[in-house]
């Protein structure tokens, strides 16, 4: 079928649903909702057979809905309705939760129900829960409806129906900060987490600290450190950990709040926003090992299994700062000096890595500077993985990837997927050429013709088009919550095999031979040439692309790209990578891969 994705955003869902209907043959183009523009027009002009709305702040005009079958991802069972659902049930302490599919009609939420799947709600942050499980309950529900509908035969059902004889709707208005407040001399722990996590990542919670104030984002316990409630007790790692009636909290990042006619304000780490209005605090720094058996947050973690080592990282939207990079690489060079023959790099559950952080970048006193160092940092990481010789690597991408986070997965020796991952292994849309190693490693995965058109195109792929590719060399089939375990079970399998040895001795002489003829330095060089050009360039695109990515800047139009029909019929520069992994670009200065 020819299907059109009507959203607010090409947020992680979208693109998911974007992908996967992509694989299962559909046509599929999408169409960003923007406030003011002509929408029955210009869907219209799509002729879609179907529309589907992953995720939709707006009402579909009518003039939509009468023409077009129209489904609505709701993130909630069959009878919730409101446009804070998800925060609702987190907020409540729901365990159990569901994604509805529903038919567009007069009233939001209230259509006929297509499909209804649940799910289960663990104790993570609202913006995890919709990239895991969420994203998996609506995967199922969409492609359900939508094998429904191409049947010809299914009849939705009455909410009333769908949802059971007991079934009432529940209509819930939009979950503001007076509900959201945090009382820190009365709430306890629990409350505090309860809070902080139904408003990650957006809105976060409106909160006054050190005389300002604040959006709070990110919440996890801590089990040792005590102190008066409200107060601020120690830094780690950028966050900072703060005292409530009966524990404390590390909360990550602050946003300040906006002041009337100035720019929205943005995320950083909370130690970067507070700056010279913090306390000095200790900075308790965690050791990589022993690893640590209280309850307490870290953004980098090692364990060790037999012959495995584990290292964890997991960063706030799957940004890597100059500094962040930095520690990452101190940990990954003390992993490489354990007696273990493979290490397994990634989250646990979600964000593999999405590159350089542009929000710090954003912040800085000299952005080009702060980008130049930020994308050596990553590129030192990548080296390192690159030129380790006595162990297998496996990067285990739990979650969604992009960019440079591609390319540090690409460093290793194997990829391992999880089946609801999304990668998106380009530059072009943030105006970048890109390094990270990429014009190494991406023809070397793929072929140069296939990584010209990864490049070229700039779409999501999926975890099973990437193995069709050999983006990647396995996918772990399951939900966020088994990946661990199964790339436990699957590392402990290759450190056993007779044939890692020979692997492993394998790897040094390749790379002597790849050091001969093309010097791993030779790209970095070329890459960071080309980086240092676009930094150094106030008028280049990447920083108005920045600032408006970071600010949340409305688009004024989709994006041509994702449409197919204007992709075709407008055509595109051709973007090229030579045999040799040499960059060729052919498009403009402001379109640099």
């Not at 090409?10 to 974007?18: A, G, I, K, P």
């Not at 496996?394 to 997965?409: D, F």
Request: proline fraction near 8%; charged fraction near 25%; hydrophobic fraction near 40%.
């Amino acid at each position: 079928m020819h299907i059109l994705l009507l959203a607010s955003a090409f947020n992680s869902l979208t693109q998911r649903v974007h992908v996967e209907l992509r694989d299962r043959g559909h046509t599929v183009a999408v169409e960003l909702a923007l406030p003011g523009g002509p929408l029955p027009d210009t869907v219209r002009r799509h002729a879609p057979q179907l529309i589907v709305a992953p995720i939709l702040r707006t009402a579909i005009p009518e003039a939509v809905w009468r023409a077009h079958p129209c489904f609505v991802v709701h993130p909630g069972p069959v009878g919730d309705r409101g446009p804070s659902s998800l925060d609702w049930a987190i907020h409540e302490g729901a365990d159990q939760w569901g994604v509805t599919v529903l038919q567009a009609d007069g009233e939001m939420d209230a259509g006929d129900v297509w499909a209804c799947v649940p799910c289960r709600l663990p104790p993570v942050s609202k913006s995890e829960l919709y990239r895991g499980e969420i994203a998996e309950a609506a995967l199922e529900a969409v492609m359900l409806a939508v094998e429904r509908f191409a049947g010809g035969t299914h009849v939705p059902l009455k909410q009333d129906a769908a949802g059971g004889p007991d079934a009432r709707p529940r209509v819930r208005p939009y979950l503001d900060q007076s509900v959201r407040r945090i009382d820190w001399a009365e709430d306890s722990a629990r409350d505090v987490l309860r809070k902080l996590r139904a408003a990650d990542s957006q809105p976060g919670v409106l909160d006054v600290l050190l005389g300002a104030e604040w959006y709070l984002h990110g919440g996890h316990p801590e089990g040792v450190l005590r102190g008066r409630p409200g107060e601020l007790l120690a830094t780690r790692a950028g966050a900072v950990c703060r005292a409530t009636k009966d524990g404390a909290v590390w909360i990550p990042e602050l946003r300040p709040r906006r002041v009337s006619g100035r720019p929205p304000t943005f995320r950083l780490p909370a130690v970067r926003a507070l700056g010279d209005r913090l306390p000095p605090l200790p900075e308790c720094v965690l050791p990589l090992l022993p690893a640590v058996r209280h309850r307490t947050w870290a953004d980098i973690r090692y364990r060790e299994d037999g012959n495995v080592g584990f290292l964890s990282f997991s960063f706030p939207g799957g940004a890597m700062s100059t500094e962040q990079c930095r520690r990452l690489l101190d940990a990954y060079r003390e992993a490489c000096g354990r007696p273990t023959s493979v290490l397994v790099l990634g989250a646990e559950r979600d964000f593999f890595s999405n590159g350089i952080h542009l929000n710090v970048i954003e912040a800085a006193d000299d952005p080009a500077a702060e980008s130049w160092a930020n994308i050596n940092a990553i590129d030192d990481l990548v080296e390192a993985v690159l030129t380790t010789t006595d162990r297998l690597v496996v990067s285990a991408v739990a979650g969604n990837a992009a960019a440079g986070g591609v390319m540090l997965a690409l460093a290793a020796d194997e990829v391992w997927c999880r089946s609801g991952a999304v990668l998106n292994p380009h530059y072009r849309l943030m105006g970048l050429y890109g390094s990270e190693y990429w014009t190494h490693t991406l023809p070397r995965r793929v072929g140069p013709a296939t990584a010209e058109r990864l490049m070229r195109e700039a779409l999501p792929v999926s975890s099973a088009g990437a193995l069709r590719l050999g983006l990647v060399d396995r996918v772990v089939e399951g939900g966020p919550d088994v990946f661990a375990r199964e790339v436990g079970t699957l590392a402990a399998r290759l450190a056993s095999l007779p044939a890692t040895a020979s692997r492993i001795t394998a790897k040094k002489t390749e790379l002597e031979r790849l050091e001969s003829t093309t010097p791993l330095a030779g790209f970095r060089a070329r890459e960071l040439a080309r980086m240092r050009r676009t930094f150094d360039d106030p008028g280049a695109s990447y920083h108005a692309l920045r600032r408006s990515f970071v600010h949340k800047e409305r688009p004024l139009r989709t994006p041509p790209h994702l449409d197919p029909a204007a992709v075709a019929h407008t055509g595109q520069a051709p973007f090229a990578v030579d045999v040799t992994g040499t960059a060729l670009d052919g498009v403009t200065s402001r379109s640099n891969g």
